[in-house]
């Protein structure tokens, strides 16, 4: 299983735009790079995923570079509901998915 | 995606007794996943559960500590045994996002069960 490794933490304020950059050297070639989203007291939330280049969606965009041994999610003018930990995980299609330590993201006023 | 009911959504629990964390699911899938998340940590994995045989356990978690249940493709429980205060955590339940065609779309977590062991 690919290991994932993230900044523990990002400060960022309203308006901003926040990008976090994830580093996954041994990626397989099934491997998707997945990013999740967690608020206190939830479970994690799917946020974007993606194999190659860049996708975006309604919520953000991934950026990721032809070797795929990194990617980038980057939120769009963030607000303080975007305070939350922001995993990234590279798995494959029934695998089991493993954690790690994702990024706790503070949006300030 | 599969929408995932988690129960209880918290308990306080004596030490030394068991609690069972149900998991429902809206739609059959065929591997269910059990995690652990400490206060202010990330998720572990627990084990994996598969209908119609044992559940995989990870390293550091065994069945008699937490044995796990997989009656049907919609169904699973986790049961929390002999407890002690080192037990309190989230529990979450997980499953694969249905497929929509070949591509594969990550995972839906449950909302949860808060423990805490007194």
């Known amino acids: 299983l690919a290991k994932t490794t993230q900044p523990i933490s990002m400060d960022s304020y309203e308006g901003q735009e926040v990008n976090i950059t994830c580093s996954h050297n041994?990626?397989?070639?099934?491997?998707?790079i997945t990013w999740y989203q967690q608020f206190p007291s939830q479970g994690p939330r799917f946020i974007i995923q993606?194999?190659?280049t860049k996708v975006t969606n309604e919520v953000a965009s991934l950026f990721i570079p032809a070797d795929r041994k990194s990617s980038t999610l980057s939120l769009p003018r963030v607000s303080l509901s975007d305070t939350a930990v922001y995993y990234c995980?590279?798995?494959?299609?029934?695998?089991?998915?493993?954690f790690g330590s994702g990024t706790r993201l503070s949006i300030r006023p | 995606s599969a929408v995932i009911s988690q129960k209880p959504s918290r308990d306080i629990c004596q030490r030394g007794t068991s609690l069972t964390i149900q998991c429902q699911v809206d739609?059959?899938?065929?591997?269910m996943f059990w995690y652990r998340q400490q206060p202010g940590q990330s998720l572990t994995l627990i084990a994996t559960a598969n209908q119609g045989s044992e559940a995989t356990y990870e390293s550091g978690f065994v069945i008699d500590k937490f044995p796990i249940s997989r009656p049907n493709l919609t169904f699973s429980t986790l049961t929390v045994s002999n407890m002690s205060p080192e037990d309190s955590s989230i529990y979450l339940c997980?499953?694969?996002?249905?497929?929509?065609?070949?591509?594969?779309?990550?995972?839906?977590f449950g909302s949860g069960t808060r423990l805490t062991v007194v």
């Open positions: 995980l590279v798995d494959s299609s029934a695998s089991k998915i493993i």
């Open positions: 997980s499953v694969e996002r249905p497929d929509d065609g070949q591509l594969y779309y990550g995972y839906t």
């Open positions: 993606g194999y190659k």
């Open positions: 041994n990626i397989a070639t099934n491997d998707y």
């Open positions: 739609s059959q899938v065929t591997m």
